[in-house]
């Protein structure tokens, strides 16, 4: 055995080890989690309607939540390969917004099918990323300042879309709806978790795919072209996933801000930029960082609640200045 | 070479991550077992054996006895106590501020945010909601529950006293219901009587100054208005309540504006400095907490607003 490979597996199983503790870490947060809440439980002996409150109200939402970090995450960290920039983010480029969009007209025009809102938000998450793209690309390339401006042109666009749509529906539905865009996840159901479950699983590992693409891509679309990449087809898969992962989240808990820029830079300070690792280890992080978030959320004002969106962003803002500020 | 390395590690990867979601799934096999078993149990203590119908036309299924309710608006807390039913009330939102007794009775956050994990720890066989505003998923969360959510929506003052009587009815309490009902429609119909001679009002109502709220055709306090003698010069718009521009408000130059009185709520706003009302000193307030809960304390809400009208009327 050579020098050089031992030194290959010394690092293989540093990240693995590095998995395996964030992994339980996780199960920890979630395990820490769901004997905190507005209602005291002790774990060992729960009478029905404890086990109720465990097993059917908090334990799903703390697994929607889970699942909604890990999803934007992941949509954050391939973004920011794809689109070689280390501001996009679901949330800033507007794709959120989209996909909120998307979920209110399913409430107004559908509300009776259940597989509207997620779909729909998908849509409008895909609608927004397409829009985005298409303003921010020139001949010349896309640069940072031209992706962020056409971010904000696109959020505030559908905001105003959003603003308008609130005011023509009833008083008490717009409060509960601006407490929503804000990112909520006090709506969690069983039946939303498998779905949301479903398309994170599913997002990561296609995600995790194309990291060796996305790897290349991050020196550049050409170089990433004479290495064989298929920029094209990349740009397309990294774009539809991601906008379903941002869709499913945003139609399980509104628009939770800051997690996919936040989560993805925080594991790339810790392990690198290697994509291969980037995108799965977000994933565990950015479902401990908002099961954490969700539980302050949840027992801060008991039996009060805030919007989890706030939480994200009040930790989020000031972690991502501080981060900016070190490099 | 690193080629390879990284492919080995992504592999693994791959493999420690299908087997997370695997134990994940599994885990939640297991809680979907012992939730089933569970669920069981809790319909033969509350065997419904009745059945009665809400203002979104739902059929609810109710046992012979409620003894434990969760109201979610302060107006359905009043009219609980006042049915004599207070003590079946197990939580109640942190706006139900009467009776004084109400204030000791377990808050479980407010009406638009409830904590469902507290509704379900109470073990209520029934849950009184105020609007349909409540998001349909907490309505579902509660039926798998199997408890009843029952959701009122009163429009004017004769859905007042239907949900009285549904009050009175869900707590086995008719007959005070009943007596309830007639007192305050002897109340109203004297009311109506000293004012049905008076010079009708143009009243502008207002709900908040800052932004400038006011209320429609489907508020209870339009109807409250033109049975004090006035007519709310906002009733053409069907909405419950709405935000109003001040160029229409201004333009509207009501003869009397009636505050519904709260801390923010204590002056007409400035766009009303030119109007009648405000030239002839015709402002009046009420305490919101009177005219705005549906309950039966909006008949003392009624008398006051007669009175500020028509003083000629009450002498």
Request: overall charge neutral; glycine content about 6%; charged content about 20%.
């Amino acid at each position: 055995m050579t020098a050089d490979k031992i030194k290959k597996n010394k690092k293989f199983s540093a990240f693995l080890s590095l998995g395996v503790i964030l992994f339980l870490s996780l199960l920890l947060t979630i395990f820490i989690a769901s004997l905190l809440g507005s209602e005291k439980l002790s774990f060992f002996e729960l009478n029905e309607s404890q086990r109720a409150i465990l097993f059917d109200i908090r334990l799903p939402r703390i697994l929607v939540g889970a699942c909604v970090g890990a999803s934007l995450a992941v949509a954050g960290a391939s973004l920011q390969s794809l689109l070689r920039n280390p501001l996009a983010e679901p949330y800033l480029l507007g794709v959120s917004n989209g996909a909120a969009l998307g979920t209110m007209l399913a409430f107004a025009f559908f509300a009776q099918i259940e597989f509207a809102r997620p779909i729909m938000a998908f849509a409008g998450a895909s609608l927004a990323t397409f829009a985005v793209y298409q303003m921010a690309k020139s001949r010349a390339g896309m640069n940072t300042e031209r992706l962020v401006l056409s971010g904000v042109i696109v959020t505030t666009f559908l905001s105003s879309i959003i603003v308008l749509l609130t005011s023509l529906l009833d008083a008490a539905k717009l409060r509960s709806f601006t407490f929503w865009l804000l990112g909520d996840l006090s709506q969690a159901t069983k039946n939303g978790f498998y779905l949301t479950l479903l398309v994170a699983a599913l997002g990561t590992i296609i995600l995790s795919s194309q990291a060796k693409a996305l790897n290349l891509m991050m020196t550049g679309e050409r170089d990433a072209f004479d290495f064989g990449v298929e920029v094209k087809k990349t740009r397309l898969i990294v774009f539809g996933t991601a906008s379903a992962l941002v869709g499913i989240s945003v139609a399980a808990s509104g628009s939770v801000g800051y997690v996919g820029l936040i989560v993805p830079h925080l594991v790339r300070l810790a392990i690198g930029s290697d994509n291969r690792l980037v995108v799965p280890f977000s994933a565990i992080v950015g479902a401990i960082f908002v099961v954490l978030a969700d539980t302050i959320a949840r027992t801060a004002i008991a039996p009060r609640e805030l919007p989890v969106g706030a939480i994200t962003a009040l930790v989020g803002a000031p972690l991502f200045i501080y981060l900016l500020r070190r490099n | 070479m690193a080629q390879d390395f990284l492919g080995e590690l992504w592999v693994s990867a791959e493999k420690s991550f299908s087997q997370i979601f695997v134990v994940i799934g599994l885990l939640f096999c297991v809680f979907n077992f012992t939730n089933c078993k569970s669920e069981n149990s809790t319909t033969q203590i509350n065997l419904p054996t009745r059945e009665i119908t809400d203002d979104l036309s739902k059929q609810i299924k109710l046992p012979a006895q409620v003894e434990r309710a969760v109201s979610l608006a302060p107006n359905l807390t009043e009219i609980a106590f006042a049915v004599g039913a207070g003590d079946k009330l197990v939580g109640v939102t942190s706006y139900c501020d009467y009776p004084l007794e109400a204030q000791k009775i377990r808050r479980i956050g407010d009406t638009m945010n409830p904590n469902i994990e507290n509704i379900i720890a109470l073990k209520p066989q029934i849950v009184l909601v105020s609007t349909a505003s409540q998001i349909e998923t907490f309505t579902k969360t509660l039926d798998e529950q199997s408890i009843a959510v029952f959701v009122t929506n009163p429009n004017s003052l004769d859905d007042i006293y239907k949900s009285i009587f549904q009050i009175g009815e869900i707590f086995s309490r008719e007959e005070k219901a009943g007596q309830i009902v007639d007192e305050l429609k002897r109340r109203v119909a004297e009311v109506e009587v000293r004012t049905s001679t008076a010079k009708v009002e143009k009243v502008f109502l207002q709900i908040s100054k800052e932004s400038l709220f006011t209320v429609g055709k489907d508020s209870f306090i339009t109807d409250l208005i033109n049975r004090a003698g006035g007519i709310s010069i906002t009733s053409n718009i069907s909405m419950a309540y709405l935000p109003i521009s001040k160029e229409t408000a201004l333009a509207l130059n009501p003869d009397a504006i009636i505050l519904s009185d709260s801390e923010d709520n204590r002056e007409p706003s400035d766009v009303f400095k030119d109007s009648s009302a405000v030239k002839n000193g015709k402002v009046f307030r009420i305490n919101a907490d009177l005219i705005s809960r549906p309950g039966p304390r909006i008949v003392d809400g009624l008398e006051q607003m007669a009175r500020a009208l028509h003083p000629e009327s009450f002498k």
